[in-house]
């Protein structure tokens, strides 16, 4: 019997209890069971503490490659900045195209092309001592305002005297007039592309403003390809003018002479402006390209439904805030 200091006597059930070899593998089974279940919430604890710092380090990668959206949408800002700055200085220059020719007696004779002036110049062979009646005829062209010639002026004059010349010398004219007007509007589809693309991803993630970016870009685009490819094909080649001033002359004869006639003399005939335009133009094409293949903004809703990684993360984000609470995520 087992004593039982309170009631001052043997408790006879407990002793039989403690004296019973199944208690004691009873007991034993509990406190194995115990351990089992302490070291299996021990594992829990671990498995999700690891699960945590894993979302929270695609979090941090995700914001770390947000950032890089960011800093790339800005690179394209400036890029957008300098190819309507290119479009600008394109049309404030006279160096669009640039044709050389030599003759019997004259050292070379050049025209720079703009889009509304030509410049003529004229050097004669000091050390000559022919017949120098082709560069005496040519010397009014480059005489002029020393050279310097309106295409609406040079159009007029060379009409008035023979009018077999008008077609060339009003397509001379009218080439100039795509870039005038194409050139501006596709430095503002640029501006705007630029600062609607700024908006959307520092101001307002919204796929309107995503795709009015885009469509800025892509009609700046058409307006400059639209501007350059029309100044090209309508200016006339500038071969043939030395062949009609001597005509106009009455010296047909001698400016198409094999031996005394003129020679097209081999130059890189693009001028600084032409350089700049081409340079506007593809620098356009790339940057509206690379604009359309940016990564949807993380707080833009994917279009197209198929962000698959973001929208489980997003769920896993959810369940663990739920879990765990916002606290231990933000630490």
């Known amino acids: 019997m087992g004593y039982d200091p309170q009631m001052g006597q043997f ?12 208690s004691f593998a009873a007991q034993h089974a509990e406190a194995e069971l115990a351990a089992l279940e302490e070291k299996k919430k021990a594992k829990e604890e671990a498995s999700k503490k690891h699960d945590v710092e894993h979302l929270s380090k695609k979090l941090r ?11 790339c949408a800005r690179t394209l800002c400036l890029w957008a900045l ?10 404030m220059g006279d160096s669009w195209w640039y044709v050389q020719w030599h003759a019997m007696s004259i050292d070379h004779m050049s025209i720079t092309l703009g889009l509304f002036n030509v410049k003529v110049d004229i050097k004669c062979k000091e050390t000559y001592v022919g017949d120098m009646k082709l560069c005496n005829m040519m ?9 310097q010639w309106a295409t609406s002026e040079l159009r007029d004059t060379m009409c008035s005297e023979m009018k077999s010349t008008c077609s060339t010398v009003d397509r001379l004219y009218y080439a100039g007039w795509p870039p005038l007007v194409l050139f501006p509007a596709a430095a503002v589809f640029e501006c705007m592309s630029l600062l609607l693309l700024y908006f959307h991803w520092h101001v307002k993630p919204t796929a309107m403003i995503r795709t009015l970016a885009d469509k800025c870009g892509v009609m700046s685009s058409l307006c400059g390809a639209f501007g350059f490819v029309a100044w090209f ?6 071969t043939g003018l030395p062949r009609m001033w001597g005509e106009m002359a009455g010296q047909m004869g001698s400016t198409a002479s094999v031996f005394t006639g003129f020679k097209e003399t081999w130059t890189i005939p693009m001028g600084w402006c032409f350089a700049a335009s081409s340079f506007a133009l593809v620098g356009t094409f790339l940057r509206v390209i690379s604009q359309h293949n940016l990564p949807f903004h ?3 809703p994917d279009p197209l439904g198929l962000d698959e990684s973001f929208n489980l993360l997003e769920e896993a984000k959810k369940e663990v805030e739920r879990t765990y609470g916002t606290q231990q995520m933000a630490a």
Not at 11 to 22: G, I, L, T
Not at 82 to 91: E, K, T
Not at 233 to 238: S, T
């Open 233 to 238: 094909a309508i200016k006339p080649w500038l």
């Open 139 to 147: 010397k009014k062209w480059g005489d002029h305002d020393n050279g």
């Open 82 to 91: 300098f190819n309507g700055f290119l479009y600008g200085i394109a049309l």
């Open 298 to 300: 993380v707080d833009e």
């Open 11 to 22: 408790d006879a059930q407990s002793f039989a209890m403690q004296q019973d070899p199944r």
């Open 61 to 71: 990668s995700g914001a770390r490659d947000h950032k890089d959206n960011q800093a």
